[in-house]
């Protein structure tokens, strides 16, 4: 811990606002850990009911909610596909849902922890874009975490290069959508360029400027090396990044929340 006080120290003498000293989230952390012991106990049904209820509060304040939604999706993701979030990847997904960047090693679950805040996000009945690098993984991950989302009441779905517009449309209007940024990138301006409704394929406008390499760039510019102006690369309404420590952009994520129009 000591090393983490005295790397954090040093980040804020350079001027950088990365953060080392995770704590701030240690008191939500071991809130959810408390309700997840009553989680436990829940069937399938009364857990998807106690989910679909939380969507009528989502609307007033997420935050209110996030404890006991982490803890739900911790449960479902435990049952649906045998994968246990660990408190690492909790605090990962918080610090996402607080609008950060989170750099996580190879093999810490990048892919798990981005579920939470995702499907937290969805909720509130806007829509929730989880983008990947490419379109294997977009289907690989909307694939494979898709039963977490439907045992919480939540559906996932996924575009590829080559999809008709109508299916773009109907992957678009799930709850989750997994997606490449190019793809998300060119069916916007798409949109913008449709003549009549019946022709756009985002079931919300989205305004997004992304860079080439949107994660790298951003964690470029949370360590001081950019140039400061985050709306060239980035404007979103709200965002947060994961990015592979080692593989850079190849190993990322960006969110983009749409604003409902």
């Not at 408390?34 to 009528?56: F, K």
């Not at 982490?70 to 610090?95: C, K, M, N, T, Y």
């Not at 045992?151 to 449309?169: I, N």
Request: with cysteine; net charge positive; aromatic share 8%.
């Amino acid at each position: 811990m000591n090393t983490i006080r005295w790397r954090q120290r040093l980040a804020h003498l350079r001027g950088s606002p990365v953060a080392f000293d995770l704590r701030p989230y240690d008191q939500e952390l071991a809130e959810i850990n408390r309700l997840g012991i009553d989680v436990g106990q829940l069937s399938d049904g009364e857990l998807e009911t106690r989910a679909r209820a939380l969507r009528l509060r989502a609307v007033d304040s997420l935050e209110s909610i996030r404890a006991e939604f982490f803890a739900l999706a911790r449960e479902a993701s435990r049952r649906a596909i045998g994968l246990w979030p660990f408190d690492v990847q909790v605090r990962a997904a918080l610090a996402l849902d607080c609008g950060h960047i989170v750099e996580m090693q190879t093999g810490e679950g990048k892919t798990l922890a981005a579920v939470m805040p995702a499907a937290l996000r969805a909720l509130a009945g806007r829509g929730a874009h989880v983008l990947t690098f490419n379109d294997y993984l977009a289907r690989r991950d909307a694939e494979w975490m898709g039963p977490v989302y439907a045992m919480l009441g939540l559906s996932v779905g996924f575009v590829q290069q080559g999809m008709t517009p109508e299916d773009r449309r109907r992957a678009y209007l799930a709850d989750v959508t997994y997606v490449t940024a190019k793809e998300a990138g060119f069916d916007h301006m798409r949109d913008l360029l449709a003549m009549d409704r019946q022709a756009l394929v985002h079931q919300h406008r989205v305004r997004v400027r992304v860079h080439a390499r949107p994660v790298r760039a951003a964690m470029a510019l949370a360590r001081g090396q950019g140039d400061g102006q985050r709306t060239q690369w980035l404007q979103v309404d709200a965002w947060a990044g994961v990015e592979d420590a080692e593989d850079g952009a190849h190993g990322g994520f960006l969110w983009v929340f749409p604003r409902a129009k």
